[in-house]
């Protein structure tokens, strides 16, 4: 058995590589559910052999080449591989060369396979839970237990829906190819979408006792940080990666010592990264120098916006309602309206935020979304109106399950008691 420290170098390791030896492997097999099998023996084999022999020069190199071996293996057993010897031959010397184990992997393919992985884990075949647990599995190397975690869903939840996910994907064979140019817009949609839903839980919990997941926004940060290595043309790609960047940056402002919500209002904003600032005006500047801003490069805009200004006060609020008006005619979503709203009241006043958010409130899209009552709530106590903010507030919280979020929403309510 490894060391403590050696399996914490282990497990670091396979984090980083696993993603690259699924599919590699996955190229090899043609399915997912057999290539993880194989992925495994190769990091149980590491965790057997490296407290003997050491952590090889390149240890993603001798897992997908220790998998190789064994999956080959297994396609020789099974007599799959008489058909495939003509295609296989040159690769299954090299992925057998056990002397130089690095030989066998060539950077450009390996990275290939990761962005056609990404593909297959995103599938539309596949329901929204189930691509978001298929990509943290294979993509970010967590286990179903730690998938469950994030997600405050049982184990055997997760472990049910990675099981179906690549029974879809084995009965749908799903090609292990990236999508033709004229279906790329929309299976890179399925993609970024995924890997935007990851970074939001993280963000901020839809249920639970916390209020973020910060592991959750890491594993999407970096997610988004190896597509936009493997498709630097796509500039909504770099879009994501500037949003998700810009938006970590505040993530040690937005809770106290307790772990409550701390509003953007409220921020200590000399606790944003910096770091992570610089990195995500860089990914904006890259994005917006590929062509036209698609949605995922607006909401990194008005990420900016705040990133920019030093103080609450120095935000540009109208330019960042004009970014919103934008995002607004290129989604029609309504909760882009209420963010528009927002930035209105901060521009003309909380009077014409209110307004846009009572024509929301009275067309009833948003009715369970609790944003919605706590924006109106907020407008309305900044106007005078007490005892209606009041009602709003418990309204919003009535409709979270986030329970700090519940709870900073009543003590905004418990704040106006007693007012008319």
Known sequence: ??????????????????ARVLGSLTRLLRDVGLAEDFAQDALIAALEQWPRSGVPDNPGAWLTTTAHHRAL????????????????GEAAEVAMDERTPEASVEQGAIDDDVLRLMFVACHPALPAEARSALTLRLLGGLTTAEIAHAFLVPEPTIAQR??????TLREAQVAFELPAREDLPERLGSVLEVIYLLFNEGYTATAGAQWMRPALCEEALRLGRILAELSPQQPE???????????????GARVNGAGDPILLTDQIR?????????????ALARGEALGARGPYLLQAAIAACHARAATLEQTDWTAMAALYQELFALTGSP?????RAVAVSMCQGPAAGLAIADRLAAQGALHSYHLLPSVRADLL????????????????????????????????????????
Do not use: F, Y
């Open 381 to 420: 106590e900044k106007l005078g109106r007490a005892g209606e903010a009041r009602r709003e507030w418990q309204h919003a919280a009535s409709l979270t399950h986030n329970e700090r979020e519940q709870r900073l929403l009543c003590e905004r309510a418990d704040r106006l008691r007693g007012e008319p």
């Open 162 to 167: 990675i099981v179906r996910a690549k029974k």
């Open 73 to 88: 293996d297994h396609l020789r057993r099974q007599r799959m591989l008489d058909r495939k010897h003509r295609l296989l």
């Open 335 to 339: 909760v882009v309206e209420l963010n």
């Open 270 to 282: 000399v606790r944003w990264d910096q770091l992570l600032i610089r990195r995500g005006l860089a």
């Open 1 to 18: 058995m490894a060391a403590p420290d050696l399996s914490a170098t282990i497990a670091a390791v396979w984090r980083i590589e696993s």
């Open 237 to 251: 790609v770099h879009g994501l990666t500037a949003l998700m960047e810009l938006q970590a940056s505040r993530i």
